[in-house]
């Protein structure tokens, strides 16, 4: 759980550094939590500790755990009980009165970091100083070791390397990609156990171990109903929005799909042959390509917009038909839409036909929308009339 709640802060400070520029602390519990844009915190605390930014620095002393993530992270606090850090570039230069567990690109504990438990680290870098009263665990890409180990040691690495200082008392199980030689006065030869390093087999076990895990998956019917719902709540929810504060336009697109489907039809082939045209012009422009992932967002929103159109107009035009009225209320419109989605999701279980249903909706509605954006740059796009002002000439 103290783990859960470790990553959970986590996720929040990176996820809300823009808001956190200023270091923000609490204590609840008898624990202490730190998070912000930089982190500099001098502790003294009788709890946990769980402190993230972007660059985390913490100094002073902690009875309990000391939980720590960021880009670029400095633990010099002596702790009472076990460190968990992470991190782009963690350095450990403190005591600890437990176990070490720390993950990044570079990882390094220094002679200060006396560790009375165990020391499991992961990295590319790893460059272990700090006296390991239990085991060391080290995987990584270039592992250094230049202190004294009193239990075993499973290393796992492409190189490796000793300083003066290293010495392993138990057992070392070592996997390298390197014909590494350990020094006698590091450990016995036979008190060295190796095994192969192979990258591949290894990634394939941890597969392998992924795939042993069942999941709480939920039966595939529920799956696509759930999936099926939401969507259409989505969809209600754009249609409530537009028919609440657009309402005038939307009805004069509506009237449009319906008193004129086949110039509508061809207005949405060009206004949807212009959009997906947009991309490449975009693309090969150069100082463009930073404008091609909004023209591609500009296609996904007026394909859906434009097939909520076409299908509103439609359950419209069906409801009048059958002497519905002509000012349904705001519920009855969504309940419309609603029943429209339904029928259209249900066409989709017939092959070919409810493609050509769902793409003829898109180029109605997308019809639709382009008439409505023309009409901004044409004066009077209506009909024009007789001299007398009351008949449409043809």
Do not use: C
């Not at 272990?128 to 890409?141: D, K, M």
């Not at 070392?172 to 060295?192: F, G, K, N, R």
Request: hydrophobic share 50%.
């Amino acid at each position: 759980m103290r783990h859960f709640l470790f990553l959970t802060l986590s996720a929040l400070a990176f996820s809300t550094a823009p808001s956190l520029a200023e270091q923000v602390s609490r204590e609840h519990g008898g624990d202490t939590y730190l998070a912000g844009e930089a982190v500099t915190e001098t502790l003294a605390a009788t709890g946990d500790v769980f402190a993230a930014g972007s660059v985390v620095t913490t100094t002073g002393t902690t009875s309990g755990d000391t939980h720590v993530a960021g880009y670029d992270v400095a633990v010099s606090t002596q702790t009472g009980g076990d460190l968990y850090a992470a991190g782009s570039s963690v350095n450990i230069d403190a005591a600890v009165g437990d176990d070490i567990t720390a993950a990044g690109f570079s990882v390094r504990s220094t002679a200060s970091a006396v560790t009375q438990g165990n020391v499991r680290l992961f990295g590319r870098t790893l460059t272990i100083e700090g006296p390991v009263a239990g085991a060391l665990t080290a995987f990584g890409g270039t592992v250094h070791l230049n202190a004294p180990v009193t239990g075993d040691a499973w290393i796992a690495a492409k190189t490796l390397s000793f300083g003066p200082n290293a010495r392993i008392d138990g057992n070392l199980t070592l996997s390298a990609d390197d014909d590494v030689v350990v020094p006698a006065d590091v450990i016995p030869a036979a008190q060295i156990t190796r095994e192969e390093w192979n990258t591949r087999e290894m990634y394939r076990e941890f597969d392998r171990s992924w795939d042993a895990v069942e999941m709480p998956l939920l039966p595939v019917w529920l799956s696509l109903f759930s999936a099926f719902l939401i969507s259409t709540i989505f969809l209600l929810l754009l249609a409530a929005i537009f028919l609440t504060f657009m309402s005038e336009r939307v009805d004069k697109m509506r009237r449009r799909v319906t008193l004129q489907p086949l110039q509508t039809f061809l207005l949405g082939v060009i206004g949807l042959s212009a959009l997906f045209g947009m991309v490449p012009v975009t693309a090969l422009t150069v100082i463009g390509l930073p404008f091609v992932p909004f023209a591609l967002l500009l296609i996904i929103v007026a394909w859906t917009l434009g097939y909520l159109l076409a299908a509103y107009a439609i359950a419209y035009r069906l409801w009048v038909a059958f002497d519905g009225g002509d000012t349904p209320s705001m519920v009855m419109r969504l309940v419309m839409i609603a029943l429209a989605i339904v029928v259209v999701a249900v066409l989709n279980f017939i092959p070919f036909v409810g493609w050509v249903v769902n793409y003829t909706l898109v180029l109605l509605g997308v019809g639709a929308m382009t008439a409505a954006t023309l009409s901004f740059f044409i004066t009077d796009p209506d009909p024009a009339l007789d001299v007398d002002m009351q008949n449409p000439t043809t």
